[in-house]
Each structure stands twice: as structure tokens, then as C-alpha cells.
């Protein structure tokens, strides 16, 4: 322990570190600064005083403070106020009445730095050094529990050297929200389109359990507000990033305002994402954009089932190099649920994508449904199954497409798509338009397969446009095209085609 000088009084600390780790053998039971004593203020003239930090009770998704879980602080006087005067006024042979006014306005002064002290303890309370150091400990061979409470998280963290390791989360995981350039600069590089991330996790047969009271809180609104509507601002995090992680077990685990993407599965096998609800918004103008649900890149055997995201962007997305990956069971809210992209970015990278089921999706609001978008890059997206779409008001609910974003290089792409089928997709357009296919007249899309499409127009009635190019068994794919489908089809549409 250790005393430090704060606002004229002095600070008694146990460690910057204020998370307590207790070990038995292998396992690791880690308390939050929220449920651990407050640290003690010691006013020179009196010795120490303090008390306990009332422990967070769970309510819902999120947790709130005890009574006595936020210091008052009150406001300073007006230079040249009555109050300002009244405490600059001591009298030379003071009375009872003024001692009486003078020890209660000492007190009030105390109260006040006692109150300051704590506040400024309390923004710069950290507890990812104990995080870090439980898995340090415990993550060989071992077990942790995150016990109920607020995690403060002020650094990232890298926890990629797990093995036969078990972890338990009943707390609340709170990215910090006050510095913003500390992120940007020390993220993780994650290899991908520049993309960065606030936490690796990974290793061998890990198994990560949130019993459905872990809750991730990424203070997303004020990424959202520094992104001011942009599309890839270089350094902000990736909530979650499995990496180089072999027989990952991920569930019951909530998020509320992301950072960035929520998770993100990278140069993985045999992962499993189940249970999990994320809900990302904007409470202003600022869109919540690139704030997906689900990224795979580099990784194969991907079990995903049981999900509930409302994001501004992919709900989930399957990226480059990604093979046989399920997803089940998922609804998706103002997104672009479920999707097979982008590839195919890097010309000199070919990007390859096999063995693919989307099946018992929903899509409420969202920007399309079952659908697949590239760069005219090298590659190849084969064997991909889109089964059970219900959608629900979305804007354009089946869409492929060769040129993604630049609407250019269509024609020329050698990127092939095939062996892709739709089955049972379902519901409500937001126009008239069902599906808008171009596919490149370099190399044509192969072996799409339609059963029991049946998609009708919010406004107006009637069957809607089914619009298709460079298809090559158009003829026989099971759905028939009502108009060509040009090179630049714009994903969203704006109004009836």
C-alpha cells in the first residue's frame, strides 16, 4: 500500500490495480472495483475514514449503482457571491455561534475534497491489470470467474496463450469512454482491411460462459459520434476478436453499444458462438455504421446458433477464407443479416468461401436478407445455402453483386459464384423489387437454385421484380426474372424500380 497527495488530502491505495484476484490452485475468482472496498481518504487532521462501496445488483441487461454509489459534488461559489463572502468570512475572536458556523463549513469543505478525491479515483479506476494477471494465472489448465459487478476496462488486452482453460462471467465488462486516443493508437492490428481490435482472445479448447448476465458495454455512442457517419475509421476497436483460437466455446453473453464490429473470428477452427444478444444504436444523426454483429476471415468449422443482434450494418458476415460455417437460428434487426462478404478486395488475395448454411433467419428493417457481395478480385464463393428467410420490411432481400461499393469492373470480375441455393425465403419487401443479380460476364454465375421464394412488396401488392444478369442456368434455377439486372444495382434501394 501506498499513500499519494490528491486535491490537498491524502489518497490511501492498495494498488492502481483495484480488481482482487483470489487463487486456489488453478482456479481464479477475480472481484470487480464494485463490489471491493472504496479506497480510503485519510484527511490529515483526523486520521482515516471511509466505508464500502455498495455492491451492484443486476437489473436486466444492465446494472446500476447502490444508493450510495455516486459522491455528491457541489458546485463552487460565485467569486463576489453572498455564499463565496460567507465562506471567506472569519471572525478574529469567534463566538459560539461562529465556531458552531465554522466547524460546520470545515466539514462541508472535507465533505467536498473527500467527494472530489473519490470522483477522480474512480475515472481512473482500472481493473484490466488484474483481468490480465487472472489470466496470467489461471489460463493454463485452469478456471476464472469474473464475479458480478463492474469491470472498469481502460487497456487492451491480449489473452491468445489459453489452454484447457474455462472462464466464467457474471459481471459487467465496460470499455472506457474518456480516452478515445489511447485506443486508436494501441488497438491490436488484426491483419484485415486494417481493421484493429480491444481484445484477442484465443488458444486451445477455451470455453467462455456468460451465463446470461455477462454484459458487455463498449460505450459505443461516443465511437459513433467521433466516426461521425464515416465508414472505416482507422483504430477504433473490435469489441471481441477470437484469434488463432482452436475448439473455442463462446455463450450467454450480452453486448450493448459496441465499440465497432461486436466479434470477429479470425485464423480459428471448431468455433461455437451460441446464446448471444447484441444491440448496438445511435442515439443522434450519427449512424451506427460498421457495427456488425459477426466477421469470420481466415477460420473454418464455425457453429453459430440462438442470436439476437440489432446493429447498423452486417448482422452476420462471412468474410475471405472462410469454410463451412452454420449459422442457426438468428434474428437480425436493421441490418444486413445474412451475408457472404465482402471478398475479394485484394486483387494479388484470392479470396475463397465453401460450405456455407444460413438456415431459420429473420430479418426485420433490415437492408437485404440472403445475399453475396465481392470486388472483381480472385476467388471464389461455392456451396452456399440460404434455408428457412423470413423477412420482414427489408429494403432489397436477395442481391449479388461482382463490383461491391464502386459499381465498377462488373463485367470483368474473375471472382466465380456457385453452387449457391435459396430455399423457403419468405416475407416482405420495402419495394417492389425481391431480388437484383448481376453477376460477371467473365465468369457467370453457376448453379443457383430457387425453392418456394415468395416475397411480396409492402406498398402496391402483387409479385415483386425478380431482376437477373449472367446467370447461366437462368432458365432452370427455379425463379423466374422479370427484367435484366445492371452492373451497378445499388444494394438499398430508394423507392419502387
Not at 462478404?341 to 440472403?370: K, L, M, R
Request: with cysteine; charged share 20%; hydrophobic share 35%.
Amino acid at each position: 500500500m501506498y499513500l499519494t497527495k490528491a486535491l490537498g488530502i491524502v489518497v490511501l491505495l492498495g494498488s492502481t490495480a483495484l480488481a482482487a484476484i483470489e487463487k486456489r490452485g488453478t482456479a481464479c475468482t477475480v472481484t470487480p472495483l464494485s463490489a471491493s472496498p472504496k479506497p480510503r481518504v485519510v484527511r490529515r487532521d483526523e486520521g482515516s475514514s471511509g466505508g464500502d462501496l455498495e455492491r451492484r445488483s443486476p437489473v436486466g441487461d444492465r446494472y446500476l449503482p447502490g444508493p450510495n454509489g455516486s459522491p455528491e459534488h457541489y458546485p463552487r461559489p460565485e467569486p463576489g457571491s453572498k455564499e463565496a463572502l460567507a465562506y471567506a468570512h472569519r471572525p478574529e475572536a469567534p463566538s459560539d455561534v461562529a465556531l458552531t458556523d465554522m466547524i460546520a463549513q470545515k466539514q462541508q469543505q472535507d465533505k467536498r475534497d473527500t467527494s472530489a478525491a473519490e470522483a477522480a479515483l474512480a475515472a481512473a479506476a482500472d481493473d484490466t491489470p488484474q483481468i490480465l494477471e487472472a489470466f496470467r494465472q489461471c489460463g493454463k489448465e485452469g478456471s476464472i470467474v469474473f464475479e458480478e459487478g463492474t469491470y472498469n476496462i481502460r487497456q487492451v488486452m491480449n489473452t491468445t496463450d489459453l489452454r484447457n482453460c474455462e472462464i466464467d462471467i457474471y459481471g459487467t465488462f465496460v470499455w472506457s469512454a474518456d480516452n478515445l486516443d489511447y485506443w486508436i493508437r494501441r488497438t491490436f492490428p488484426v491483419t484485415y482491411a486494417g481493421r484493429s481490435t480491444a481484445w484477442l482472445l484465443g488458444g486451445t479448447n477455451v470455453t467462455v460462459r456468460g451465463h446470461g448476465r455477462a454484459l458487455f458495454n463498449g460505450n459505443g455512442q461516443v465511437w459513433i459520434d467521433r466516426n461521425r457517419s464515416g465508414s472505416n475509421m482507422n483504430g477504433r476497436p473490435i469489441s471481441l476478436t477470437v484469434w488463432r483460437g482452436t475448439n473455442v466455446a463462446i455463450d450467454g453473453i450480452t453486448w450493448r453499444q459496441s465499440q465497432f464490429w461486436h466479434t470477429f473470428v479470425a485464423h480459428s477452427r471448431n468455433v461455437t458462438m451460441t446464446n448471444l444478444d447484441m444491440n448496438t444504436t445511435s442515439s443522434n444523426s450519427n449512424s451506427a455504421v460498421n457495427t456488425d454483429g459477426f466477421d469470420s476471415w481466415n477460420s473454418r468449422d464455425i457453429f453459430i446458433k440462438n442470436w439476437v443482434v440489432t446493429c447498423g450494418d452486417d448482422c452476420i458476415s462471412i468474410k475471405g477464407n472462410s469454410t463451412n460455417v452454420h449459422v442457426q437460428n438468428v434474428t437480425c434487426y436493421e441490418s444486413g443479416c445474412a451475408c457472404v462478404g465482402s471478398i475479394g478486395s485484394n486483387a494479388g488475395q484470392p479470396d475463397y468461401v465453401d460450405d456455407i448454411v444460413f438456415e431459420d433467419i429473420s430479418c426485420h428493417h433490415s437492408s437485404n436478407a440472403a445475399w453475396i457481395k465481392t470486388y472483381p478480385g480472385a476467388g471464389h464463393v461455392r456451396n452456399v445455402t440460404f434455408r428457412n428467410v423470413a423477412c420482414d420490411n427489408v429494403n432489397q432481400p436477395i442481391y449479388v453483386t461482382p463490383c461491391t461499393y464502386s459499381g465498377s469492373g462488373c463485367d470483368g470480375s474473375r471472382l466465380a459464384i456457385e453452387d449457391v441455393g435459396w430455399y423457403n425465403v419468405t416475407g416482405t419487401s420495402r419495394y417492389n423489387v425481391a431480388a437484383g443479380m448481376h453477376c460477371s460476364a467473365a465468369a457467370p454465375c453457376r448453379n443457383f437454385r430457387f425453392e418456394g421464394v415468395d416475397i411480396r412488396p409492402l406498398a402496391g401488392g402483387g409479385q415483386a421484380k425478380v431482376l437477373c444478369s449472367n446467370i447461366q442456368n437462368q432458365a432452370t434455377m427455379g425463379l423466374a426474372c422479370t427484367g435484366a439486372c445492371p452492373g451497378n444495382w445499388p444494394q438499398q434501394l430508394s423507392g419502387n424500380r
